[in-house]
């Protein structure tokens, strides 16, 4: 066994992680200082004239936690600006799902944050559904390069059809498609069917046209080698032809593994309506595989920032 392959840097959110799922001060505190390090800023001016607000009887800090900027006179939250805000659960609650989210390989269900936190199981899937929303990718990410794994699958409900020659006909799964990049990031995401204009058009969407393309021999996928600079080769696996030479698409395969293993033993069940937002978490764990847990726990609050999700439109009063 390699040693050095299991010693992880500890990081200072490892360190702080106990007392933020436990404490809310420590939970705020926790959350600032992931937020704006050591320089707190106003999040409506950016200015950093900031300062606590406390209890005049105590001296210690008001029960809401407020900030005011002395520039702009407004109060305000670490919340504000986040998925988060105007969220009543407890930070402390939040900070733990944060920490399972980022660290589960296989994911984490409401109904087990709901268990660890005593909270309501609406509670829970609300934390979870807002967490997924914030792992989705950013928008202008680079298209995948170098050599890039291609394949389509189908996850969730039960064939109507069993043998062979019945790809995904007659059934009631979700089609989706992955393009994983050897030794880089992965992008997966729902696809209305497996057809050849589907298949391509996401690819181009994902994969630069400098990459080199690597698939099964799926006949949705011939025509893409002049459309690519590194070209395009496949394995044949109607005729059990799984590796040759370096051509293979085990990488993008194993994901949908994880994936599958994920569903199977952790939600049991996913809805095609929520599909793209438990890939998304998928995915966000895959791409930053190779930080270690405090780490990956800190990315995942950072891209929390900026993001808000919103079921439907405040509703206008009629006067």
């Given at each position: 066994?390699?040693?050095?392959?299991?010693?992880?840097?500890?990081?200072?959110?490892?360190?702080?992680?106990?007392?933020?799922?436990?404490?809310?001060?420590?939970?705020?505190?926790f959350m600032e200082s992931q937020r704006w390090g050591k320089t707190p800023a106003c999040v409506h001016c950016g200015s950093v004239e900031v300062y606590k607000m406390t209890d005049a009887?105590?001296?210690?800090?008001?029960?809401?936690?407020?900030?005011?900027?002395?520039?702009?006179?407004?109060?305000?939250?670490?919340?504000?600006?986040?998925?988060?805000?105007?969220?009543?659960?407890?930070?402390?609650?939040?900070?733990?799902?944060?920490?399972?989210?980022?660290?589960?390989?296989?994911?984490?269900?409401?109904?087990?944050?709901?268990?660890?936190?005593?909270?309501?199981?609406?509670?829970?899937?609300?934390?979870m559904n807002r967490i997924r929303f914030a792992m989705a990718p950013e928008a202008n990410i680079p298209k995948l390069s170098g050599t890039v794994e291609v394949d389509e699958t189908y996850?969730?409900?039960?064939?109507?059809?069993?043998?062979?020659?019945?790809?995904?006909?007659?059934?009631?799964?979700?089609?989706?498609?992955?393009?994983?990049?050897?030794?880089?990031?992965?992008?997966?995401?729902?696809?209305?069917?497996?057809?050849?204009?589907?298949?391509?058009?996401?690819?181009?969407?994902?994969?630069?046209?400098?990459?080199?393309?690597?698939?099964?021999?799926?006949?949705?996928?011939?025509?893409?080698?002049?459309?690519?600079?590194?070209?395009?080769?496949?394995?044949?696996?109607?005729?059990?032809?799984?590796?040759?030479?370096?051509?293979?698409?085990?990488?993008?395969?194993?994901?949908?593994?994880?994936?599958?293993?994920?569903?199977?033993?952790?939600?049991?069940?996913?809805?095609?309506?929520?599909?793209?937002?438990?890939?998304?978490?998928?995915?966000?764990?895959?791409?930053?595989?190779?930080?270690?847990?405090?780490?990956?726990?800190?990315?995942?609050?950072?891209?929390?920032?900026?993001?808000?999700?919103?079921?439907?439109?405040?509703?206008?009063?009629?006067?």
């Amino acid at each position: 066994m390699n040693k050095k392959r299991y010693q992880l840097t500890k990081s200072e959110v490892i360190d702080s992680i106990p007392s933020a799922c436990s404490d809310e001060l420590a939970a705020v505190e926790f959350m600032e200082s992931q937020r704006w390090g050591k320089t707190p800023a106003c999040v409506h001016c950016g200015s950093v004239e900031v300062y606590k607000m406390t209890d005049a009887k105590t001296g210690q800090r008001n029960q809401r936690y407020l900030w005011r900027c002395k520039d702009c006179g407004k109060q305000y939250t670490v919340r504000i600006g986040t998925v988060y805000e105007e969220s009543r659960i407890e930070l402390r609650h939040w900070c733990y799902a944060f920490w399972r989210a980022a660290t589960s390989k296989k994911g984490v269900a409401a109904l087990e944050i709901m268990r660890h936190c005593q909270i309501s199981y609406k509670s829970a899937l609300f934390l979870m559904n807002r967490i997924r929303f914030a792992m989705a990718p950013e928008a202008n990410i680079p298209k995948l390069s170098g050599t890039v794994e291609v394949d389509e699958t189908y996850v969730g409900g039960k064939p109507r059809h069993k043998g062979r020659g019945k790809r995904g006909r007659g059934t009631i799964k979700t089609p989706v498609f992955a393009a994983v990049e050897r030794n880089g990031k992965i992008r997966r995401r729902v696809i209305a069917s497996v057809s050849g204009q589907t298949l391509k058009q996401a690819i181009r969407e994902e994969v630069s046209q400098q990459a080199r393309l690597i698939t099964d021999d799926f006949p949705a996928y011939k025509g893409l080698g002049s459309e690519y600079a590194g070209g395009h080769e496949s394995v044949c696996h109607t005729t059990r032809e799984y590796v040759r030479g370096d051509v293979h698409t085990n990488t993008v395969e194993s994901s949908f593994a994880l994936v599958k293993r994920g569903i199977t033993g952790v939600y049991h069940n996913v809805s095609k309506k929520y599909l793209h937002r438990y890939l998304w978490q998928f995915d966000f764990v895959w791409n930053n595989r190779g930080l270690n847990d405090g780490e990956r726990t800190a990315e995942l609050i950072r891209v929390t920032e900026g993001k808000r999700l919103m079921y439907k439109a405040p509703v206008k009063r009629m006067i």
